[in-house]
Protein backbone atom coordinates (compact mmCIF):
# COMPACT_ATOMS: atom_id res chain seq x y z
CA UNK A 1 0.00 0.00 0.00
CA UNK A 2 0.96 3.27 -1.03
CA UNK A 3 -0.02 5.91 1.22
CA UNK A 4 -0.42 10.07 0.63
CA UNK A 5 -2.42 13.20 2.45
CA UNK A 6 -5.12 11.83 0.21
CA UNK A 7 -5.49 8.27 1.45
CA UNK A 8 -8.50 7.88 3.47
CA UNK A 9 -8.24 6.62 7.62
CA UNK A 10 -10.18 3.93 6.91
CA UNK A 11 -8.62 2.63 4.19
CA UNK A 12 -5.61 2.65 6.18
CA UNK A 13 -6.97 0.58 9.11
CA UNK A 14 -8.55 -1.93 6.66
CA UNK A 15 -5.38 -2.51 4.93
CA UNK A 16 -3.43 -3.29 8.28
CA UNK A 17 -5.45 -2.31 11.72
CA UNK A 18 -1.88 -2.80 13.30
CA UNK A 19 -1.08 0.62 11.41
CA UNK A 20 -3.41 2.32 14.16
CA UNK A 21 -0.48 2.44 16.41
CA UNK A 22 0.99 5.51 14.80
CA UNK A 23 -2.14 7.60 14.82
CA UNK A 24 -2.32 7.00 18.18
CA UNK A 25 1.65 7.38 18.82
CA UNK A 26 0.66 11.17 17.41
CA UNK A 27 -2.68 11.61 19.52
CA UNK A 28 -5.05 10.74 16.91
CA UNK A 29 -6.82 8.77 20.00
CA UNK A 30 -9.86 9.18 17.78
CA UNK A 31 -9.81 5.81 15.08
CA UNK A 32 -13.42 4.52 15.93
CA UNK A 33 -15.18 7.62 15.38
CA UNK A 34 -17.40 6.88 12.58
CA UNK A 35 -16.01 10.57 10.68
CA UNK A 36 -12.20 9.65 11.15
CA UNK A 37 -13.15 6.27 9.20
CA UNK A 38 -13.87 8.92 6.11
CA UNK A 39 -11.67 11.09 6.93
CA UNK A 40 -7.91 11.31 4.91
CA UNK A 41 -4.73 11.64 6.92
CA UNK A 42 -3.91 15.66 5.77
CA UNK A 43 -7.62 16.45 7.31
CA UNK A 44 -6.64 14.62 10.35
CA UNK A 45 -3.65 16.21 10.70
CA UNK A 46 -4.68 19.24 9.98
CA UNK A 47 -7.94 18.71 13.08
CA UNK A 48 -5.19 17.60 15.65
CA UNK A 49 -2.57 19.81 14.79
CA UNK A 50 0.10 17.22 13.22
CA UNK A 51 2.27 17.16 9.98
CA UNK A 52 0.87 15.01 7.86
CA UNK A 53 4.15 14.38 5.63
CA UNK A 54 5.57 12.91 8.89
CA UNK A 55 2.87 10.93 9.43
CA UNK A 56 2.62 9.99 5.63
CA UNK A 57 6.49 9.48 5.67
CA UNK A 58 5.98 6.98 8.85
CA UNK A 59 2.89 4.42 7.08
CA UNK A 60 4.95 4.36 3.75
CA UNK A 61 8.01 2.77 5.83
CA UNK A 62 5.69 0.64 7.86
CA UNK A 63 4.04 -0.62 4.49
CA UNK A 64 7.84 -1.09 2.51
CA UNK A 65 8.90 -3.32 5.83
CA UNK A 66 5.64 -5.61 5.71
CA UNK A 67 6.32 -6.48 1.95
Known sequence: MVVTKETVIGDVLDR???AGRFF????M?????????SETIEQ???VHGTD????????????AEKK
Request: proline share 6%; hydrophobic share 40%; glycine share 6%.
Open 44 to 46: ACA
Open 52 to 63: ADALVATLNGYF
Open 29 to 37: HCLTCPVSR
Open 24 to 27: LEIG
Open 16 to 18: DPE
